[in-house]
Nanobody, 130 residues
Framework: QVQLVESGGGLVQAGGSLRLSCAASGRTFSSTTMGWFRQGPGKEREFVAAVSGSSVTTKYADYVRGRFAISRDNAKNTVNLEMNSLNPEDTAVYYC???????????????????????WGQGTQVTVSS
């Protein structure tokens, strides 16, 4: 059974930082994309960042580029999201996602749509106070 478990969320003041982690079990995702999405209050879930299986390619949403950094450790089957200069608009539940390795693509590809991913974590709450 595949599980993605996020951790590291919490309450932080504007301008602060948080580091989210996602641990995968039941499947190795070293050859495929892993990513982060978020869903703010009253909003639809949106793409945040993704990293290719090789870590060669990363992609960020415009609203987090330059502030957030995604990384992965294939030996540990984990993906992390370093979040800096947080603002209240970053308040959301953050979800880790992984793409099935048998789907189309190479180890250097990244994907940004929800339908590109097959496995999801339960989410971790990030709240940024002003």
């Amino acid at each position: 059974q595949v599980q993605l478990v996020e951790s590291g969320g919490g309450l932080v003041q504007a301008g602060g930082s948080l580091r989210l982690s996602c641990a995968a079990s039941g499947r190795t995702f070293s050859s495929t994309t892993m990513g982060w999405f978020r869903q703010g209050p009253g909003k639809e879930r949106e793409f945040v960042a993704a990293v290719s299986g090789s870590s060669v390619t990363t992609k960020y949403a415009d609203y987090v580029r330059g502030r957030f950094a995604i990384s992965r450790d294939n030996a540990k089957n984990t993906v992390n999201l370093e979040m800096n200069s947080l603002n209240p608009e970053d308040t959301a539940v953050y979800y880790c996602a992984a793409r099935e390795s048998t789907r189309f693509g190479t180890v250097h590809d990244v994907w940004t749509r929800e339908r590109d991913y097959d496995y999801w974590g339960q989410g971790t709450q990030v709240t940024v106070s002003s």
